[in-house]
């Protein structure tokens, strides 16, 4: 079994967050909305994440956390098994 406790995680989230806003580097600091993103390229990249890294973060984590390194605490801290009840699973 591999676990996203590892870092690789880290990098495959940095690629999702430049892809979603068309940047070639991200910073810990960098904003999302000044880099130009909007509700909805939050809206896929809160997507994007769930569906591919299986993290369970949602549209308004992105938008109360639009710092790079504060949503990438928070997804680090969300853990996958609450994918189903985030999404109106089982509760």
């Known amino acids: 079994m591999s676990g996203h406790q590892d870092q690789t995680w880290e990098a495959d989230f940095e ?49 109360e956390n639009p710092r790079y390194g504060d949503l990438l605490a928070v997804a680090g801290k969300v853990p996958p098994e609450r994918l189903a009840a985030a999404e109106g699973g089982e509760g």
């Open 15 to 63: 690629q999702l967050w430049m892809e979603v806003l068309g940047v070639d580097s991200v910073h810990e600091q960098d904003d999302f909305f000044d880099l130009g993103g909007h509700s909805l390229s939050a809206l896929r990249l809160s997507t994007l994440i769930r569906q591919e890294l299986n993290l369970a973060v949602q549209l308004p984590h992105v938008l």
